[in-house]
DNA sequence: CGCGCGATTGAGTAATTTCAAATCTAGTGG
DNA sequence: CCACTAGATTTGAAATTACTCAATCGCGCG
């Protein structure tokens, strides 16, 4: 199961057995159910998650009480409240299963040891984050450049697994408008 | 001048004079004038910039020709087409000099040597990246939750002073809003 | 002085939201 | 297998918000 961070880790940086097996010792597993909180608003935030199955959802509540979403997370990726998890502070964020979910968890301690023994690793990580910057910086400019449908669109080629398992109102948080406004772009397949 | 850089770095992580000189000699300092284009849509990314001084925006030109502000750059700050320069593709964004700016260029190669050689840069690297990815999370729930306003509001209380050197079209630009729209929402302060 | 750029204002239009109600769907228990 | 329910989606109509386009204003600089 675990294959799959080793997988992850190595289309950047090449691993040893024994040394996977060093690294993977870091991480604790933990299984979540449905509706089930990882990070909650207002709590600290030990951990970095990385998802061996299942579908999560974070999210921003606002002070009118309105949720929006900042990320989804499937299989194979990261997710926790960064902001939180970097600067060891509390959480402005929620994150909760979509399903059932089975999850890596990284301590900011065991991130940081691994980082100052392991190189290749602090590569990894450094690598990993400038992709993420990369698909943030995508999700600024579709933001503040297509309307809703182009958005829609875009978020569908991109991510079509996501689309399975999310109820469109999520998608609509997600993609900053109302559940009405996207029921009535008329999206064309399915 | 470089020290500025030194500085930044040091905030991270301690280097000998030595080690920084070793660093600096990665670097290409240059000047570019008012209206300058430091990266050009559809060209090669080669560098990552680092501002010692001046004032530069990089943004996107959508299908209408209406342009969208990604970012903008002051002292101290790192700017260039992230996506490009990472994935050493081309540029979809471009970056200009809203002032006479002097630039510290790194280019990927050198970026990606220093890291190698150094553990120390590297780990500087993904902590500032890691900065960076907060600061663009920020931004993306700022887009989602907030109206104009408040947008206008907390860019102001977190970057006061871009509001001296970047006109108020820009900044509309970079909210996502028209210049009428920003000009009516009755700015107490100035 | 006058040009040019940026900021503001007005009026009509388009898009999105809000609130309410109706419809659809998947899962549960009898 | 069917009825029931909770959640999700859709639809309608009115209200709000932001946009577009055009005109005007203000100011600094040559």
Redesign the interface.
């Known amino acids: 199961m675990s294959d799959i961070l080793r997988q992850q880790i190595e289309r950047i940086t090449s691993l040893s057995d024994t040394e996977f097996e060093y690294v993977l010792s870091h991480f604790v597993s933990k299984k979540f159910k449905k509706h089930q909180f990882v990070v909650q608003e207002g709590e600290n935030v030990p951990n970095d998650f990385f998802i061996l199955s299942g579908c999560l959802k974070s999210y921003?509540t606002?002070k009118n009480g309105?949720e929006?979403?900042?990320q989804f997370g499937m299989k194979d990726w990261w997710i926790t409240d960064?902001?939180a998890y970097?600067?060891q502070s509390i959480a402005t964020?929620n994150i909760d299963c979509i399903e059932n979910c089975e999850l890596l968890c990284l301590s900011f301690q065991n991130r940081e040891k691994l980082?100052?023994e392991m190189?290749k690793i602090?590569?990894f990580?450094?690598k990993k984050?400038?992709?993420?910057?990369?698909a943030?910086?995508?999700?600024?400019?579709s933001?503040?450049?297509?309307n809703a449908k182009e958005k829609y669109d875009q978020l569908l080629q991109l991510y079509p697994q996501l689309f399975q398992k999310v109820p469109k109102q999520l998608i609509a948080s997600y993609l900053?408008v109302t559940r009405e406004t996207l029921s009535r772009l008329n999206i064309s397949s399915k």
Chains 1, 2 share one sequence.
Request: glycine share 2%.
């Open positions: 921003f606002d309105k929006h979403i900042l960064y902001e970097y600067n964020i980082c100052a190189h602090e590569h990580f450094r984050t400038n992709k993420h910057n990369v943030l910086q995508r999700r600024i400019l933001l503040l450049s297509n900053g």
